[in-house]
């Protein structure tokens, strides 16, 4: 969270752009993530970012703040994008196994050891075979790593949920990888 | 390797810094929408509410309509009461009985007279009783006669 967000925020709703520009350059990372990780692919997550993010500027008038974390919203935005792309494709059937040509993931930060590369292909792969609710919980409590509460917030469920959720969807995933090895 | 550790390094992942600058620049170049006012935001909650409390209208409507009708209507459905339709059949057989005693009565008035008679047949077998056998098997001679006549009459 930035500091003085809510002010950043009420000067973005008033149109100014500097304080847009500084919750996109905070938040970008992550909702990239959160898109790549459910789309698996990146061209197909840069668009669909790109939507959230024009969304957000577009409806920041109408955002009201009530003890949610900013990052909610933006997620929330971005869970509907996700819905809306998939309810346009007919059928999505995830890559089962590993197809390292078929998709790239991003250089910039990533380690360029191959065998760990492949090795989130495969996680990412087998995270797209769980639920959406699966899916929501163990990218934002594993690969953002927020606490029980902030995901609770974020996925609009109880602490309680979350943690049952975030239970079952280790296991499953645990199974799946297990089924690759 | 531990799975979690691998969920970690997914963290690594990062976008583009040529696409972030380029999706910044055309986001910040848009227009914001305007603010929306309070009374398009209640019209917006409202909308499921109205669409419930419609349906649910015109759901009353036809599943009540015949009651409603019946209500309203200046037909009433008399023929759905039980009791009305006993009575209406009781009277039906009257009127037919009325109907063919005023018949033969306005048709001829030999007839009418033989069809009084053969109503009155028990009365006059009584009173006959007592008479000899040759006048009561006379009687109904002509009786029966009587009776086929008006059968006949009835039957044109």
Redesign the interface.
């Known amino acids: 969270m930035l500091d003085n967000e809510e002010n950043i925020i009420k000067k973005a709703a008033s149109?100014n752009?500097d304080a847009?520009?500084l919750l996109?350059?905070k938040y970008?990372?992550q909702i990239?993530?959160f898109i790549?990780?459910k789309v698996n692919d990146k061209k197909t997550?840069?668009d669909l970012?790109?939507q959230v993010?024009?969304n957000a500027?577009?409806?920041?008038?109408?955002y009201k703040h009530r003890g949610h974390p900013f990052s909610a919203w933006l997620y929330s935005i971005a869970r509907n994008e996700i819905i809306d792309y998939y309810r346009g494709r007919k059928v999505y059937v995830p890559l089962d196994g590993l197809d390292p040509n078929s998709k790239q993931?991003?250089s910039?930060?990533?380690?360029q050891d191959v065998e760990?590369k492949l090795?989130?292909e495969m996680?990412?792969n087998k995270i797209n075979f769980l639920k959406p609710d699966y899916q929501d919980v163990?990218i934002l409590r594993?690969?953002?790593?927020m606490s029980i509460k902030e995901t609770a917030l974020t996925i609009k469920k109880t602490e309680g949920a979350v943690k049952l959720i975030e239970h079952r969807a280790?296991k499953q995933?645990?199974a799946l990888?297990n089924e690759q090895i | 390797m531990e799975i979690l550790e691998l969920l970690k390094k997914i963290k690594n992942i990062a976008p583009d810094s040529d696409y972030q600058l380029r999706s910044k620049a055309l986001i910040l170049s848009s227009p914001q929408k305007p603010k929306e006012k309070a009374l398009i935001i209640l019209i917006r909650a409202l909308e499921s509410g109205l669409a419930i409390s419609l349906g649910a209208i015109l759901l009353l409507i036809f599943l009540g309509g015949f009651s409603v009708i019946k209500l309203f209507s200046p037909y009433q459905m008399a023929g759905l009461n039980l009791n009305n339709m006993k009575v209406q059949a009781q009277d039906i057989s009257n009127q037919i009985h009325l109907a063919e005693l005023s018949y033969s009565f306005l048709g001829n008035g030999s007839s009418s007279n033989a069809t009084i008679k053969s109503k009155e047949v028990p009365k006059a077998t009584s009173s006959l009783q007592l008479g000899t056998s040759s006048q009561s098997s006379i009687y109904n001679f002509y009786s029966s006669l009587e009776v086929e006549s008006a059968l006949e009459k009835l039957s044109k």
């Open positions: 149109g752009k847009f520009g996109y350059d970008l990372p990239y993530r790549y990780i997550a840069e970012t790109h993010f024009l500027w577009q409806n920041i008038v109408n993931i991003d910039n930060a990533i380690t760990n090795a989130i996680v990412i163990i594993f690969v953002e790593e280790l995933l645990r990888l």
